[in-house]
């Protein structure tokens, strides 16, 4: 599975943007969807997770202002990340995993990984 994340770019606090994770290889339908986001000096984190099920599960700092969707024709999946704010800022990865996705499971568990793509948010 091959993966490419987009949508990333500098926007101010309150401020949205829409991430995509994009998939060739293989269908996503088969797959949890994952993303993930890694600020300069900090670890990389789970941000949000999409099950084949429809299932979804987010980190607590973003629940009510980030949305994951899939759009399984397109093979994509979605990050809708609105009221942005500063500490939002970091490089977002999206991943998959031949397996269910949770807030409990970690970033080595997920098989495959995207290029990722920056997201600044300036206060």
């Known amino acids: 599975v091959q993966l490419q994340a987009s949508g990333g770019g500098l926007v101010q606090a309150g401020g949205s943007l829409r991430l995509s994770c994009t998939g060739s290889?293989?269908?996503?339908?088969?797959?949890?969807v994952g993303w993930f986001r890694q600020a300069p000096g900090r670890e990389r984190e789970f941000v949000a997770v999409?099950?084949?099920?429809?299932?979804?599960y987010y980190q607590d700092s973003v629940k009510g202002r980030f949305t994951v969707s899939g759009d399984y024709a397109k093979n994509t999946v979605y990050l809708q990340m609105n009221s942005l704010i500063p500490e939002d800022t970091a490089v977002y990865y999206c991943?998959?995993?031949?397996?269910?996705?949770?807030?409990?499971?970690?970033?080595?568990?997920?098989?495959?990984w995207g290029q990722g793509t920056q997201v600044t948010v300036s206060s």
């Open positions: 991943a998959v995993r031949n397996g269910f996705g949770s807030r409990e499971v970690p970033a080595h568990a997920y098989d495959y």
């Open positions: 290889g293989r269908a996503f339908s088969l797959y949890a």
């Open positions: 999409i099950n084949w099920s429809g299932d979804s």
